[in-house]
């Protein structure tokens, strides 16, 4: 069941963690010279906001999860689903990527290999700690 305190909370942590991300990134480019001349101050809020609202929506979608009527299959589908097309309508009007079709087709294979490397991670991580906690059950019952 989604909780809409949980998804407030979740929202704000994820707003402030993508701003603090785009600040943390626009800081490291300024101080290795790679940002040549001023930047703009519009340009400079406008990525810092698309990156705050990016950080609220990922940490927000990630809500799905805590569906229980869904299977967890459905659950991940709908997530990458949902995922991508919040990111790339987000990346591209922030003008992260190119508006040619190779590009986007080679950024969206890009996006399926990682969000499946992440998933197949995520399944070993809590498949060991499953066995991690029937293990230990099992030992206090001997």
């Known amino acids: 069941m989604l909780n809409l305190k949980s998804l407030i909370k979740r929202?704000?942590?994820?707003?402030?963690?993508g701003i603090l991300l785009a600040v943390a990134v626009f800081f490291i480019k300024a101080i290795c010279n790679d940002m040549e001349g001023i930047i703009k101050e519009s340009l400079f809020v406008t990525q810092i906001l698309?990156?705050?609202?990016?950080?609220m929506g990922f940490v927000g979608i990630s809500q799905i999860f805590s569906i229980e009527s869904l299977s967890i299959l459905s659950k991940v589908?709908?997530?990458?689903?949902?995922?991508?097309?919040?990111?790339?309508?987000?990346?591209?009007?922030?003008g992260w990527i190119?508006?040619?079709?190779?590009?986007?087709?080679?950024?969206?294979?890009?996006?399926?290999?990682?969000?499946?490397?992440f998933c197949i991670s995520y399944k070993h991580y809590w498949k060991k700690k499953i066995e991690e906690i029937n293990s230990s059950l099992s030992n206090r019952r001997i």
């Open 98 to 117: 190119p508006s040619n079709k190779s590009d986007i087709i080679i950024m969206l294979s890009i996006y399926v290999i990682t969000y499946v490397g």
């Open 11 to 17: 929202c704000v942590y994820g707003l402030i963690c």
């Open 77 to 94: 589908i709908i997530h990458a689903i949902v995922q991508a097309v919040f990111y790339f309508t987000l990346a591209y009007f922030a």
């Open 50 to 55: 698309i990156c705050g609202i990016m950080g």
